[in-house]
């Protein structure tokens, strides 16, 4: 067996682990080993967010700088232990009418995922029920992307209007970094069919965009991006997915999609105020707790009006 390989037993599985010293993240040297055991650690917190949710892989075998690929069916390598439900996929590049997603509901699991270089962890926002169909979605989502030269300085402006928007509706907003170069804000919901978090987020996206033009943007366009803040409502769209809290970034270095207060989206002044490591983020968990936790759990969810009341 190379050196760089070891079976071990994680919770009641035996896990071989491979390539361990292979560098993921040239720029600051970190490994796969390194991966594993950020995912290993920052379990507690970031399997609430995952459990029961179809999983997309990004995986990057030879890291962050080589080519990498979404995974949806894994039933070809996955072992028998691991979960996984078979969702329908109509349109898939690939002709498939379904897949056999994995659903990661255990340390055991997350861990087979990170062996396969899997770096970003990619869920909708919605759960599987009891036949492995989708449920109404339980989440509401806005990914505010900066298009250059603004940047998630903007993106805290714009999460601060859209904040007050969503308190109108009796609706409790929370932020957390995009671990890339955006924000995103998720707020838990309660809705009568698939279509409605799309048509809610899109009127809000829609009404900031009228309001202040020079500012926001609410079309798909690329062009019309430039120095404002694209707030991605068709996140929304059931067939869609976005990257999980606390899930690692394929960027230069080991940057995390973290949970953050609104006092930290108030404060923020430069793009570095928001930007965590992998090990950052372990030392907030430990700190703080799951900052996230708040969307998690019916107890949360409110009822979601068709539009936003402040577009009446």
């Known amino acids: 067996m190379?050196?760089?390989?070891?079976?071990?037993?994680?919770?009641?599985?035996?896990l071989r682990l491979s390539n361990l010293d292979k560098v993921l993240y040239p720029e600051e040297g970190f490994t796969k080993a390194e991966v594993i055991d950020y995912y290993a650690r920052i379990a507690p917190?970031?399997?609430p967010h995952l459990r029961g949710r179809p999983l997309t892989l990004r995986r990057y075998p030879d890291g962050v700088e080589a080519d990498s690929f979404f995974e949806k069916d894994v039933s070809r390598h996955a072992p028998p232990w691991v979960r996984t439900v078979r969702v329908p996929t109509p349109?898939?590049?690939?002709?498939?009418?379904?897949?056999?997603?994995a659903v990661i509901d255990d340390l055991p699991t997350l861990v087979w995922v990170a062996n396969l270089a899997s770096l970003e962890l990619h869920v909708p926002q919605w759960t599987v029920g009891p036949r492995g169909g989708p449920r109404?979605?339980?989440?509401?989502?806005?990914?505010?992307d900066p298009g250059a030269p603004a940047t998630v300085v903007e993106c805290c402006r714009v999460a601060e209007r859209l904040?007050?928007?969503?308190?109108?509706?009796?609706?409790?907003?929370?932020?957390?970094?995009s671990g890339s170069k955006g924000l995103q804000l998720y707020v838990p919901v309660s809705v009568p069919g698939p279509e409605r978090t799309s048509e809610y987020a899109?009127?809000?996206a829609e009404l900031l965009a009228r309001q202040t033009p020079r500012q926001v943007v609410a079309t798909m366009a690329k062009q019309a991006r430039h120095g404002k803040v694209f707030i991605d409502w068709s996140q929304n769209n059931p067939k869609k997915t976005t990257v999980a809290p606390?899930?690692?970034?394929?960027?230069?270095?080991?940057?995390?999609?973290?949970?953050?207060?609104?006092?930290?989206?108030?404060?923020?002044?430069?793009?570095?105020d928001l930007v965590f490591t992998a090990p950052e983020v372990l030392d907030r968990v430990d700190e703080h707790g799951d900052l996230f936790d708040g969307v998690l759990g019916p107890h949360a969810r409110r009822s979601l009006p068709a539009r936003p009341s402040a577009a009446s």
């Open 163 to 177: 904040r007050e928007l969503l308190e109108a509706d009796d609706l409790t907003a929370w932020p957390k970094t």
């Open 45 to 47: 917190v970031l399997l």
């Open 202 to 204: 899109r009127a809000a």
């Open 91 to 101: 349109g898939s590049g690939k002709g498939a009418e379904a897949a056999d997603f």
């Open 136 to 144: 109404d979605p339980d989440l509401l989502v806005f990914d505010l």
């Open 2 to 14: 190379r050196s760089d390989t070891v079976t071990t037993r994680v919770g009641d599985r035996r």
């Open 246 to 272: 606390y899930s690692l970034r394929a960027r230069p270095r080991p940057t995390v999609s973290t949970p953050v207060t609104w006092e930290e989206v108030a404060a923020c002044a430069r793009p570095e």
